[in-house]
């Protein structure tokens, strides 16, 4: 790795169309400028995640083969497809969640900034303390509303102006009024929404660069997962939002972009790879890839 | 009782009598045990009445007995123990539960509760003629650096001491916390983990802040239960801790617990000599059964918090 | 809302988090030392044991011939290990039925707040400390007629029941519940289904509960000194029922680091080494059909 590639890859704008890759089918032509969503796509893109023919193995066995994408800062990204596709063994690898499992391995470049992820000089701590997680099932910490939000940064030493920080990441997690008073109580007694928001809570009070959301809402009623896709829709503002998702609504209601992950099974094993990515709009209303277009019509999964 | 329908044949009526003789069985045989331990002792309990607890005197030439020396050496010895033991076993649960690896899991995990299958004799075998002699080398060195502190006081003996005793009873509870703690961080699902470490937390923060308070209490409890094994330890502990008759602070003289003097003394060579070494049974088993009770408490608020949990 | 760090910076550990990490290898670095001394432990004893009791002077003899009366050279522990065989034989044929009974009551019979009580009851009994079950005995059975083999046995009862129930429980719960369903949907009574398919199915488990439980009182000392202690050593006696006592390795090793006699401790350690090599055989054994049972249940 060497500078001038950061530089470049900092600086890259959304088309990418040099890449020839063979899970891209972006045309060279389609920048999204011309869009519905070009109020982004006007300042060029910051690329937080470069990924290069990444793929992922547990032991004998592949997970996820050769992706390809970028993932643009102060963007929602959505990752669909249908279940065992990869979704989730991908995105865990962003803030290399998957490292205690035995037999984990990836290959190819996962460069976030630039930077090698996997680099031998990389600290996990550290990378997760950039990139949070939000998991699928709402996972609160048996303690009390407050502590659940003023534990990481505490472990960050930041306890100047704790209350103040506990309480914007309430606020910037829509649940600081439901809870305002009572935050000394266990976080356990509140609803599966309310945690779910309680752990957005908690992943932004560490101010990351990138909030990954596996699933966020999955767990959740109709009203609930409402308010956590507002919450993502201002998330967006501050922060790199990557989710899984297998609604294809809530793809369509929060992202700016979309990847379609599918099950490639013309190997002899089943593996998950990328179908298609580009922006949320084209995915959903005129995909390239015949496989995205019977997913998100729902000829398939 | 449940289960009763209409209709249960012969078979049934039988399997169900055999089945619930011997619970019957069981449950008598706890209130016998009571029983026998308080009318065995009802001689020494009319004639030297609650004072036998803190009065410290036994001369049975002058059938003089108390247990007041008995329940220090008790306390001191098992508190000793459990202030060793509850870190260290729970340390074995972390690495095992936490960080070892399946394979070293599967192979330290029951190693360590071999440990525990070692009878108390042969512990204190090994106590009293492989421990206290290397004990007796160091406890001149620890009461020259930490005599100030007037548990460490100057050695009077050959190794055989309250020290001695605390760390044989020490080796005796470490498997038993060690495996039921690590039975207890097993239960903490992963996921509560990834989240913890999803943010920014390093493995210790994350044992200390997510994995610790979620077992607390079902940790105690395992200790509570170490506790109650190293109180009523008789054997290893008479042979190892000397067996003197005052009480004292220092842990380098000799001492004496409850189940270490009944094991020595019994039967007795009078009948209130046997009723005093019954009341010291009743001691023993009050104190016994208060620390297995509190336990059994603490692991049911422990299976209520984790029930909330999953 | 400022940043608290530059999210383009190398991934390397900033700001506390180097200080933090060393904490982290620090506390995790502690519980391995402390596995490691509890292995350490464990290997200094067996050491002990084998070096001192299994190494010199140990042969056939030792298990076959009678331990000369006054002490001295020669001879072995004969009477003692065929006493202890018997005393636990006679413990465990009281306990294992009792236990596994018990354990039959509680998972398939009992209703939620009996099962509780009895429950209790058992964690209790398990709880109790060897000397209490053995001054218990010897009101019970040893006062004013003496000490006997079958007093031990009954304080070794005691102690593994508790332990064989709980681990028959836990077993019986691990049958799966279509198993009982299918056979009851074969209109056979619930007393042919339990003896039928839940007892076969649980038997290597209950089984491993029971080697458990006979290893665990195989050593324990505290009621062999307080009812079967009054025993000439070199004499066999194999009918627990008579009264006196019976020899027993347990007692006798206690008894031999009192003597004055030169080569009782070697003589002690060489019982421990017996005693010691007949319960981590035990152990090994429920351990293997521990594993096996866990597969059985788990298909």
């Given at each position: 790795?060497?500078a ?26 389609s ?58 063994t ?23 900034h ?40 505490r ?45 957005i ?15 966020p ?21 501050r ?16 992202a ?46 | 009782?449940?289960?009763?329908r ?49 009065h410290?005197?036994w ?17 001191v010895?098992?508190?000793?123990a ?8 729970v ?7 936490l ?19 070692v ?32 548990l ?51 493995r ?18 395992a ?10 330890e ?11 008759n ?29 009723s ?6 009743l ?9 297995n ?17 999953r | ?65 009678p ?41 398939e ?34 006062a ?10 009954a ?13 028959s ?6 049958v ?30 209950i ?6 439980a ?56 060489g ?25 059985t249940?788990?298909?």
């Amino acid at each position: 790795m060497t500078a001038a590639d950061i530089d470049i890859s900092r600086e890259e704008s959304g088309g990418d169309s040099g890449a020839p890759r063979r899970v891209r089918i972006q045309a060279p032509g389609s920048q999204p400028a011309a869009q519905g969503r070009g109020r982004q796509a006007a300042a060029p893109r910051h690329t937080v995640f470069e990924i290069r023919d990444v793929s992922i193995n547990y032991g004998a066995t592949r997970a996820v083969d050769q992706v390809t994408l970028n993932i643009y800062r102060h963007m929602a990204t959505a990752i669909i497809g249908p279940s065992g596709c990869g979704k989730t063994t991908f995105l865990r690898c962003l803030n290399r969640m998957n490292d205690s499992i035995p037999g984990f391995s990836v290959a190819g470049q996962l460069l976030y900034h630039g930077h090698d992820l996997y680099g031998p000089r990389v600290n996990r701590v550290e990378v997760r303390r950039r990139i949070g997680m939000v998991f699928q099932k709402p996972n609160p910490f048996a303690k009390s509303i407050y502590d659940n939000v003023a534990w990481a940064p505490r472990n960050l030493g930041l306890k100047k102006g704790l209350d103040e920080r506990v309480e914007r990441a309430l606020r910037d997690a829509a649940l600081w009024d439901e809870v305002k008073d009572r935050l000394k109580s266990s976080a356990l007694g509140l609803s599966g929404g309310q945690q779910q928001r309680l752990c957005i809570a908690r992943a932004i009070a560490v101010e990351p660069d990138v909030v990954l959301l596996d699933e966020p809402a999955s767990a959740l009623d109709p009203i609930a997962t409402a308010a956590i896709e507002d919450l993502i829709h201002d998330l967006k503002r501050r922060y790199t939002i990557v989710i899984v998702t297998h609604n294809m609504q809530q793809a369509a209601r929060v992202a700016d972009r979309t990847a379609f992950f599918s099950l490639d099974t013309s190997g002899p094993q089943r593996v998950g790879t990328l179908i298609e990515y580009d922006d949320t709009e084209r995915i959903f209303t005129n995909p390239r890839d015949p496989r995205t277009r019977d997913y998100v019509t729902g000829r398939f999964g | 009782m449940g289960g009763r329908r209409s209709g249960r044949s012969r078979g049934d009526v039988i399997l169900l009598g055999l089945c619930a003789a011997a619970a019957l069985v069981a449950v008598l045989t706890l209130c016998e045990v009571a029983y026998q331990v308080i009318s065995g002792s009802s001689d020494a309990l009319s004639k030297f009445g609650l004072g036998f607890i803190w009065h410290a005197t036994w001369a049975p030439p002058f059938s003089q007995y108390s247990a007041g020396g008995f329940i220090t050496g008790t306390l001191v010895s098992s508190a000793m123990a459990l202030l060793l033991a509850m870190p260290i076993g729970v340390a074995i649960g972390i690495f095992l539960a936490l960080q070892a690896p399946a394979r070293v899991r599967a192979v330290i995990g029951p190693l360590v509760e071999l440990l525990a299958a070692v009878p108390s004799v042969i512990i204190g075998l090994w106590g009293l003629l492989v421990l206290a002699p290397f004990v007796q080398r160091i406890e001149p060195g620890l009461n020259s650096a930490l005599g100030f502190i007037p548990l460490f006081g100057s050695p009077q003996t050959t190794g055989a001491s309250v020290f001695t005793g605390g760390l044989v009873l020490t080796i005796m509870i470490v498997p038993i916390i060690a495996s039921l703690s690590r039975d207890l961080f097993l239960t903490v699902p992963p996921d509560l983990q990834d989240g913890a470490a999803a943010l920014g937390a390093t493995r210790w923060e994350v044992i200390r802040g997510v994995v610790l308070p979620t077992t607390a209490s079902g940790v105690i409890a395992a200790s509570v239960l170490g506790l109650g094994r190293a109180l009523g330890e008789a054997i290893a502990v008479t042979q190892v801790i000397g067996n003197g008759n005052t009480i004292h602070t220092s842990l380098f003289e000799t001492g004496d617990t409850l189940a270490s003097r009944i094991a020595n003394l019994f039967p007795g060579t009078d009948p209130l000599f046997t009723s005093a070494l019954f009341y010291l049974a009743l001691v023993l088993l009050v104190i016994g059964l208060v620390t297995n009770l509190v336990a059994q408490w603490l692991s049911r608020r422990f299976a209520a918090h984790a029930a909330v949990l999953r | 809302m400022t940043e608290l760090f530059d999210p383009t910076a190398p991934l390397a550990a900033s700001g506390n988090l180097r200080r933090r990490e060393i904490v982290s290898r620090l506390a995790t670095g502690g519980a391995m030392a402390a596995a490691v001394l509890a292995i350490g432990v464990l290997a200094i004893v067996v050491y002990s044991v084998v070096h001192r009791g299994g190494s010199s002077g140990f042969n056939l003899d030792f298990l076959t011939k009678p331990p000369p009366l006054f002490g001295g050279p020669g001879g072995g522990i004969a009477p003692e290990l065929v006493g202890t065989l018997v005393i636990v034989t006679l413990a465990t044929v009281i306990a294992a039925p009792v236990g596994v009974l018990l354990a039959l009551y509680l998972t398939e019979f009992a209703g939620r707040r009996s099962a509780r009580i009895i429950g209790s009851a058992m964690d209790l009994m398990q709880g109790l400390p060897s000397i209490i079950v053995a001054v218990f005995v010897f009101g019970f059975l040893v006062a004013g007629v003496g000490q006997s083999g079958y007093a031990g046995a009954a304080a070794l009862a005691i102690i593994m029941l508790p332990l064989i129930a709980r681990s028959s429980q836990e077993v019986i719960l691990l049958v799966p519940n279509t198993l009982r369903e299918a056979a009851e949907a074969l209109g056979v009574g619930q007393w042919r289904t339990i003896v039928g398919v839940v007892l076969p199915n649980a038997l290597s488990g209950i089984v491993t509960g029971v080697i458990l439980a006979v290893a665990r009182a195989a050593g324990e000392t505290a009621p062999m000194l307080v009812l079967s202690s009054v025993f000439a050593v070199n004499q066999f006696k194999l009918d627990p029922f008579t009264t006196g006592a019976v020899p027993n390795i347990p007692f006798f090793i206690y008894n031999l680091v009192e003597q004055p006699q030169p080569g009782s401790i070697e003589r002690a350690w060489g019982a421990a080494f017996v005693l010691l090599t007949m319960i981590l055989i035990a152990n090994f054994i429920a351990r293997l059909l521990l594993a096996r049972s866990r597969r059985t249940l788990a298909r």
